[in-house]
């Protein structure tokens, strides 16, 4: 076989941060797929179970969705019996339930092994770097 040809597309930034999530995504979900979610939900849980009664939008905040992607997925995992919502006026709480607390141990695991993965095909100070460059480019490009 040949050697991997560098994309036309790879000095455009767009492109890249496409390519990367895409890469990152398929990786997420394999490390979450043990969990019986894809990485998003377990994402969203996984905030859930650390501040229990966390209202949607400092959901969307913590996550950086919007919060229309936030009430999708918030319906999913409610569908699946994991979190539940209450409402405290024109207030909506969102919580853990024991069967979704239950699952912590094993989201956290593979939060791990997502880390482990990617950390040890970059290098750990790479990936530190990376992941602190991608963030403030990101904070930039929002404004």
Do not use: N
Not at 71 to 89: A, C, M, N, P, W
């Amino acid at each position: 076989m040949g050697e991997k040809k560098d994309s036309t597309y790879c000095g455009c930034l767009y492109y890249s941060a496409s390519a990367l999530a895409r890469v990152m995504t398929r990786m997420a979900d394999e490390s979450f797929a043990p969990t019986g979610l894809s990485s998003s939900l377990a994402l969203l849980l996984m905030t859930v179970h650390k501040r229990p009664g966390i209202q949607p939008c400092g959901i969307s905040e913590q996550m950086q969705l919007s919060p229309s992607t936030i009430t999708r997925l918030v319906e999913k995992l409610e569908h699946k019996g994991l979190i539940e919502r209450q409402s405290e006026g024109r207030t909506t709480r969102v919580y853990p339930t024991s069967v979704g607390s239950g699952l912590s141990a094993s989201i956290e695991e593979a939060w791990k092994k997502l880390y482990a993965k990617y950390s040890g095909l970059l290098g750990e100070e790479k990936s530190r770097e990376l992941t602190a460059a991608i963030y403030e480019a990101s904070r930039r490009l929002e404004g």
